[in-house]
C-alpha cells in the first residue's frame, strides 16, 4: 500500500501527514483529523508488515504516519521497530520517543534512562 496515496484518498490533501507536525490544531478538526489517521491505521494493521515496512523507510514522512497511526489506535505490536528506528534515527525521533512512552511506558525506564 502506497500510504501517501491512501492517506491523501481520505483526507482529500496530498500533504495531510503533515498535520501529525501541527501543533495548532483547530478544535473543530481534530476529531475528524485524528479519524482519518485511524482509519489508516486499521488498513495498516491489516496489511501485511505494514507498519514493519513504514518504519524500515528512510523516509522521515513514514515514520510520521506510522507514529500517528500507532497512537491512535494504542497499538502496542511494534515496539521493536520503534526502537530500531530510533536508535538508527529519524527526523522524527522526538515523535518516536513519545510514542514509545505513552504505549510503553514501564519498557521505556530503561530504554530512555534517566540524565
Known amino acids: 500500500m ?15 501527514y503533515l498535520k501529525a507536525l501541527d501543533l495548532s ?10 479519524s482519518i489517521f485511524s482509519a489508516l491505521a486499521t488498513e495498516l494493521e491489516t496489511e501485511h508488515a505494514g507498519y514493519e515496512t513504514l518504519l524500515l523507510d528512510v523516509n522521515w514522512r513514514s515514520h510520521l504516519i ?7 489506535s494504542e497499538n502496542k505490536s511494534h ?3 520503534l ?13 518516536i520517543a513519545v510514542v514509545m512512552a505513552r504505549l510503553h511506558f514501564r519498557e521505556m525506564m530503561d530504554f530512555f534512562p534517566a540524565i
Open 25 to 34: 490544531f483547530q478544535p473543530f478538526e481534530v476529531e475528524s483529523d485524528l
Open 2 to 16: 502506497n500510504v501517501f496515496k491512501r492517506l491523501e484518498e481520505l483526507s482529500n490533501d496530498g500533504s495531510f
Open 83 to 95: 526502537k530500531n528506528r530510533f536508535k538508527n534515527g529519524s527526523m522524527v525521533s522526538p515523535q
Open 79 to 81: 515496539l521493536e521497530e
Open 66 to 72: 506510522a507514529c500517528m497511526c500507532l497512537i491512535v
